[in-house]
């Protein structure tokens, strides 16, 4: 094996470990809406929370979710990644897997979402997929920009942004600038993405 082989498998081994972890973990309670049967590799899970933090993003953005997700993974469950905070005790602030069950589930999810990209086919966004996949583990960081070309912090939506424009260069959702005392500086909220050219596989509770 070359040494570039080496390397990608090098990278994969944690996200792959994660993978099967996440898959033979215990059920939840039932999530609030059943996985749509024809989701794909790559598609989008928009979340509106329950706490105070989503109702806040709400506000600020003006939209209706708060949190997103990637799906990396359908069967023999649906696996999705997300850049959280608090969800996972054992792993807190940092790039999570998790399954359909507990990404939606009611403890944390009052309505659900489920949209393709469109402007990607089926290579790219399983590709997109990997690449989220791949930042399993990495530290959360939540900062607004003043330059959304220069190094990202990482967070629900920096995440998907960094994955879909390794494929798409010039996927360029809207920054919003917020001026407040300790919010100050452009940030991507969920609301844009779900601006973008996307089909709806699902728009629930």
Do not use: K
């Amino acid at each position: 094996m070359d040494g570039g082989h080496v390397g990608r498998a090098a990278r994969l081994a944690a996200p792959l470990a994660a993978l099967a972890l996440a898959a033979s973990a215990p059920l939840p309670a039932p999530p609030l809406l059943a996985a749509p049967a024809s989701m794909q590799a790559g598609d989008r899970v928009f979340r509106s929370g329950t706490g105070g933090e989503s109702a806040l993003i709400r506000q600020l953005s003006g939209g209706r979710y708060s949190h997103v997700g990637i799906v990396v993974q359908t069967a023999p469950r649906v696996l999705i990644a997300h850049a959280g905070t608090d969800e996972e005790p054992r792993h807190p602030n940092q790039v999570l897997l998790a399954t359909w069950e507990a990404f939606a589930s009611r403890r944390w999810a009052q309505t659900l979402a489920v949209a393709r990209p469109r402007f990607l086919d089926a290579a790219q966004r399983a590709a997109s997929a990997r690449a989220a996949a791949a930042r399993v583990g990495q530290a959360f960081e939540l900062r607004p920009v003043d330059n959304p070309a220069a190094p990202l912090p990482l967070y629900c939506t920096t995440l998907l942004l960094e994955a879909v424009r390794a494929q798409a260069p010039a996927f360029a959702p809207a920054w919003q600038r917020l001026e407040l005392p300790l919010m100050r500086g452009d940030y991507l909220f969920p609301h844009a993405l779900a601006q973008q050219d996307v089909h709806w596989l699902l728009q629930g509770e």
